[in-house]
């Protein structure tokens, strides 16, 4: 296994340790594997926390900060974080106006949030719970559809409601909005490896391709031979207007890397899926190309497309300051 | 091979289209392949360009815009752009008052850049070479050190003082002390692979990795066998602070991904380097970790330390606009 670590036991907590040290505006509370932002917002400014299994960086602890996340709860590699966990982190960040929890649809994270805001006393807590991912219904660990690349776009865009002082049941009404009218998908060149395991996840033939796969390698929709960008793009592309009606909407579209495919390969993929867009209709008014949702050293990509109307657009467009997504401070 | 290209000859070009999509901001010279701000700075203002061998994204291209970059111009992946791209781009960023060459110490970059510099009439042109890798002297495409990835450092803190409106004697002797006081050294994991070849550029066993690797796959220092993060932190850091004199300065610390290794190992990483800085007694004032010089789809990382003084941290924390660097903006 070729990984920069000293022990697959450490990997999370050494990351964290690394983390803090290179964001001094940021906190980690290192017993629970939380990391918050330095400073808080105002009294009665809604918060949002999310969470999930580690190995998906930056996601979700490379998005707290201003106009985002208020913390994020790490559990370790691919594995949900424990509800006490989850309760520490709500009880840090609650501002006495409530708390949004953001949470991918996988039935250990959805199961740990729910118990904690159960076991919460004295916090207001509401939910929304992402499954943007159209590959399949139900999959390894979720029951349904699984939650990915939109959860960046639910972040940012209730986050930066968030931080404008709108109330919880606004802040939960638009990030159930994105929801409603974001799609992903995405596809895989090669396995990750785990370092727990020191083995690929799945079995991935030199000549073939996941399409449709999940953040932790779990089954697409089928397993095809190596094919073209252009043709690549268009096993994304195609279901995800298959299954929305984006039309009339601009769009907000990411082009993510699973975590070890080059730059120039992610832009080159963002020029085909924009052209397939656009051709169909939909034009893209905002853009993200790199690596924001991924799944350790997988190297493939996933497409997300957001309907966006003018309120998303001008909450995307509000300044954030985050580790992994900046602009506009 | 595995990349998500449609064919080898087109990567760039095709790449170059997705960028320009992604960023209305800035303006692509399909032709000469030169990427360059939309915006012009105010006449009387120093421009700086860059440019070299594709396969290192976001260098150059995403760190054009405010603050930095005013063009870079694209070569083939891993060769030398020519000089007529070029004097294109000399020309069509000057503003008046003179136009810096920022380039990394390689045979055919300096040649090229030397010869654009001769051939260009009525544009006043000073240089910077960069040559801060100290893994080797004398390399497969290089005379003297190889430039990696202090480039980053010299572009964020020259352009914020051309942005400030200095002259260019003064912008190229900035320039020109951020080379003296910074260093870098990398390592490899694992090879990269050329899309125009599809197979490895060097042949690096299961078990062993290579110090002092450069950015084209060039041999390093040592082959090695695999070790902890914490031993690969202390290879690199250990000649980086036996090269030069760090004690006292704040250093700028960037711990670079080579293009194929996640982030949580790079945040991982950097906690081990900072941990063997700060025990010598240099003290990190700002930090990078993410992947900014890459070497296409190679697992590893590199470790930059500038010893930085007054003026430099706060040109380096100057606000910047760019694709890949951005904040204060």
Request: glycine share 12%; charged share 20%; aromatic share 4%.
């Amino acid at each position: 296994m070729k990984k920069l670590i000293n022990s697959p036991d450490d990997v999370l907590t050494e990351s964290l340790l690394g983390l803090a040290a290179a964001h001094p505006e940021l906190r980690v509370d290192h017993a629970n594997r939380i990391v918050y932002r330095g400073e808080t917002k105002p009294h009665g400014t809604v918060a949002l926390l999310s969470g999930g299994g580690s190995g998906h960086e930056p996601l979700h602890a490379g998005f707290v900060g201003f106009g985002m996340l208020d913390a994020a709860v790490c559990g370790e590699v691919f594995t949900s974080p424990a509800p006490d966990q989850l309760i520490e982190a709500t009880r840090r960040i609650d501002n006495g106006a409530g708390v949004l929890h953001v949470i991918k649809n996988y039935t250990g994270d959805v199961m740990n949030f729910e118990m904690a805001a159960e076991l919460l006393g004295g916090t207001e807590v509401d939910t929304v719970v992402i499954a943007d991912d159209i590959a399949v219904e139900d999959s390894t660990f979720t029951a349904g559809r699984r939650g990915t690349g939109l959860t960046v776009f639910v972040e940012k865009i209730a986050g930066a409601a968030a931080e404008q002082g709108r109330e919880l049941t606004e802040v939960a009404g638009l990030a159930r909005r994105v929801c409603a009218s974001g799609r992903s998908m995405g596809m895989a060149l090669t396995s990750s490896t785990l370092p727990a395991s020191g083995r690929p996840t799945f079995d991935l033939p030199d000549a073939e391709m996941e399409i449709g796969v999940g953040i932790h390698g779990e089954p697409g929709r089928r397993r095809v031979p190596l094919a073209s960008a252009r043709e690549i793009a268009r096993m994304l592309v195609e279901p995800i207007l298959a299954d929305h009606e984006f039309g009339g909407s601009p769009a907000i579209v990411m082009l993510n890397g699973m975590g070890a495919t080059p730059l120039i390969e992610l832009y080159l993929m963002f020029g085909e899926v924009r052209g397939l867009l656009e051709k169909a209709g939909v034009s893209v008014a905002r853009s993200l190309v790199g690596n924001y949702v991924t799944s350790l050293d997988m190297a493939g990509c996933s497409v997300t497309v957001l309907a966006a109307d003018d309120e998303m657009l001008g909450l995307w467009d509000a300044p954030v300051s985050t580790p992994s997504l900046r602009w506009g401070i």
